[in-house]
């Protein structure tokens, strides 16, 4: 049923579910992280190279930097909608947007699995 | 008591102003209406709508102290000094406190806030169980004010597009109408992405309602609706798909 609902037929709420499960993704990441950070307490450089040494890890790390990018590309497209009337600027903010957030996906999968 | 008040005449001012007043108000001057009134008979040129007096017709809805409410049941008693009163933001100003609510109204139209029901009539009524009718309450009380609407960021911003929580809550009103067929329609209007989900659940809405009533969570309830809808789509599918292997 959710699947049925990130399709193109309910184009309202595949962005809404979206940014909910999205959310949801990051908010079960950052526990994880918060247990693993006060088992292994990674004080030292590392330390923390160790911390990102699990596979499992660091692809969770990754699927939790694609929910941040879709979280952040649906929240700041809203902004844009809301807050930057003339079509032309936002079309060129959106445009930028989609740029930057490309990058920042590229750089953390080059930080994690490169 | 002390007031400011927003004025504008689009025939004779370049652009809005703040007008003070101190008015003696009598000790039967017990609402905020009653001294607008009061105003009035010193200032015949300050305009703002009225009718009923008591909550119901929704008229004399005004942005009072910074927030939305009905002149007519806030308590002078409750308000502080000088009191600021300003138009419904979000709406084009007619004159003075009179907002033109035409995209309200258009809103909330395009909810159909109205029975669809193909049965054919029948010779008393169309009844409902007590818990049906139930389900209405919290919904059908809604007095069109426009408070709500007008406190809600996102209508502002989009007002052609965001139905807004009065539509939004009538819209959820006939979708749970045991006596209403068009549901399936009803949210399938309501999918574009604009129209229901620009609701980020702020409670603007909530909290100015003069009927005390709860426009975000019949919001929320709509969605849960579309889960349903989803859901059944899919097990007709399935059940579509057994019939044709068949």
């Known amino acids: 049923m959710l699947i049925e609902l990130l399709t193109k037929r309910y184009p309202g709420m595949r962005a809404w579910l979206t940014q909910r499960l999205s959310g949801l993704v990051m908010a079960i990441y950052c526990v994880i992280a918060l247990i693993r950070f006060l088992v292994l307490q990674p004080n030292y450089y590392e330390a923390w190279v160790d911390f990102f040494q699990p596979w499992w890890w660091r692809l969770a790390s990754l699927l939790f930097w694609m929910s941040l990018l879709i979280h952040a590309w649906l929240g700041m497209r809203d902004v844009f909608k809301d807050y930057v009337p003339n079509p032309n600027i936002r079309g060129v903010l959106v445009k930028l947007l989609v740029v930057v957030l490309w990058l920042y996906l590229a750089w953390a999968t080059w930080l994690l699995l490169g | ?246």
């Not at chain 2, 907002?99 to 049965?119: A, G, H, I, R």
């Not at chain 2, 008393?124 to 309450?137: F, G, I």
């Not at chain 2, 989009?158 to 959820?172: E, R």
Request: hydrophobic share 35%; charged share 30%; with cysteine.
């Open chain 2, 1 to 246: 008591m002390k007031f400011s008040i927003y004025r504008f005449n689009p025939d004779v001012d370049q652009k809005p102003y703040m007008q003070d007043y101190d008015v003696v108000l009598e000790d039967s001057d017990q609402m905020l209406l009653d001294a607008l009134l009061r105003i009035k008979d010193l200032d015949d040129s300050l305009s703002l709508r009225k009718s009923c007096r008591e909550g119901v017709c929704g008229s004399d809805s005004m942005n009072i102290n910074g927030k939305n409410g009905l002149a007519c049941i806030t308590k002078l008693s409750d308000l502080e000094e000088p009191v600021v009163l300003r138009p419904m933001p979000g709406l084009p100003v007619i004159r003075d406190l009179v907002v033109d609510m035409t995209q309200f109204f258009e809103n909330y139209n395009s909810v159909k806030p109205y029975l669809v029901n193909n049965d054919p009539p029948p010779e008393t009524e169309r009844l409902q169980s007590p818990e049906d009718r139930a389900k209405l309450d919290g919904l059908y009380e809604c007095i069109l004010c426009g408070a709500c609407t007008t406190s809600c960021p996102s209508f502002w911003w989009n007002p052609d597009k965001f139905v807004g929580p009065a539509g939004l809550m009538q819209a959820y009103r006939f979708m749970v109408d045991s006596r209403d067929q068009d549901i399936d329609e009803r949210l399938e209007n309501l999918e574009a992405p604009d129209r229901l989900y620009r609701c980020h659940n702020i409670m603007n809405c909530v909290e100015v309602c003069p009927k005390k009533l709860n426009p975000s969570a019949a919001i929320a309830k709509i969605k849960d609706l579309k889960f349903e809808q989803a859901r059944e789509h899919k097990s007709q599918a399935k059940k579509q798909i057994a019939i044709k292997s068949v």
